[in-house]
């Protein structure tokens, strides 16, 4: 059962760009807010992105924090949400690359869905690692080293994967589960 105050105090990035898939944005989001965490949207696009549902244009979201002004050890955790093309978008601009890259460097924890991972190889997060995703990306995943599994959720370390918006319970219960085990450690 989630309580209100668990995760009090920990703030968590939210990394999105237009085509997002929205419930892989807002049900993780809802999860963590309704957990006591303060969560951001972090986009390098200025004031709205928009996400999908599935292949059909959605709703717009206000951007918290623009990624030239956010910084990963401003953060506990970070989020990435799949849909093909934010991810896509994201992972050629440094910028959004280098800011997962430093939360891998700092070893804070990192839950990617869908297509979310195509950043974690990006990051050169994923060597020896053992991850799940959206099924068209196990051949980069295994490619940059991972072991890759068919599974709703696998946790590796500071990793948190999962396939499709169909695992977001399971997703999200292992995010808090982890950022409770942080936060009760810290």
Known sequence: MINKRQLEGLRVAILVTDGFEQSEMTEPRKALDAAGADTSLVSPKKGQVRGWKHHSPADRFDVDVPLQQAAA????????????????????????????????????????????????IEAEAVKGRTMTSWPSLRTDLTNAGAHWIDREVVADGQLITSRKPDDLTAFNRVLIETLVNLHAHA
């Not at 401003?74 to 093909?84: K, Q």
């Not at 690359?97 to 869908?114: E, H, L, N, Q």
């Open 73 to 120: 050890h401003e953060y506990d955790a970070l989020v990435l949400p799949g849909g093909v093309a934010n991810p896509d978008a994201l992972r050629v601009d440094e910028q959004a690359v280098t800011f997962v890259r430093d939360f891998v460097k700092a070893g804070k924890p990192i839950a990617a869905i869908c297509h979310g991972p195509w950043m974690l």
